[in-house]
């Protein structure tokens, strides 16, 4: 297949075409994804998560440089709010983070989300191989950010990084959200500003007795404190000999094929209750009319449907 060998020779006009084939998911994208799938494996991904406002965006920018200096052929994913009228990513690819440049060890790509659930893109995970066939070591994904933690990002990387900022209320929206049971890293950005140290502190009240021991950093976009060693942190949690990458793939594909057998047979029986207009009209007047409730009315389709699914 020409444009896997183009992927595989990091070319970048390859790269742009797969990654919108796979996005829009179209009819080559599982042909392109067969031809690379035995080459991927090899790059490491790192999850953003975090509240809007939390300066996610502004602090992967000024990571890019640190990373190159640790050696890492970096790739960026940015999940992007879906346009209402065209479906596409909102946000341009090179808009959102200042200090990522025309460096061609950097890649950066913004992906829609197009009404998926947990702040990341259906398609996140083919595009991930993709840049992993080309040779990206390391891939930075950031979620959308929604005004909520997402936690769907931690069944798709093999590092979870919370970003949480003073100024969006985030002791709280921890709280809610459930940020204990996802996060390997912990980042209070814009710890210049007051009440930083009030929000480590809850952090650490929140995270500090979990048994995997996440780590709890600080850092400031403005004045570049921490950034350096955030980079370091990430890059040494990433080498541990304590994740094992198999096992957490062997997750991350139970998931991803789950997720996938849902999808389909979403679609089929979506297609099948089209098809029984007349039942399904009938049902609707019958709910219409108060002679049948709604669980019974879902009862009668749900069993017509899987009987037809068995013939």
Partial sequence: MHLAKGIINSDPRSLAKAISIIDNNEPEAHDL?????????GARTVGFTGAAGAG???LIGKLITHFQQLGHKTA????DPSSPLTGGAILGDRVRMEGISDDENVFMRSLASRGASGGISK????VIRVLDAAGFGLVLVESVGAGQVEVDIANVVNLTVVVLSPQTGDKIQ???AGLNEIGDLYVINKSDLEGSTTLFNSILDLVGDIDRKPTIAKTSVRSGNGIKELALTITNLLS???INYKAKEKVMLE???KEMVIDK?????YTMLMDKNDMYNHLVDELVHKRIDPYRAAEILADSLTEVSRS
Avoid: Y
Avoid at 76 to 79: E, I, K, T, Y
């Fill in 255 to 257: 998931s991803e094929l």
């Fill in 56 to 58: 996610k965006s502004s």
């Fill in 174 to 176: 921890a709280i809610k």
């Fill in 33 to 41: 994804i067969k031809a690379i799938f035995n080459m991927t494996g």
């Fill in 240 to 242: 541990s000999k304590n």
């Fill in 76 to 79: 960026v994913l940015a999940v």
């Fill in 123 to 126: 398609s996140l995970r083919n």
């Fill in 265 to 269: 047979l979403t679609q089929k029986f």
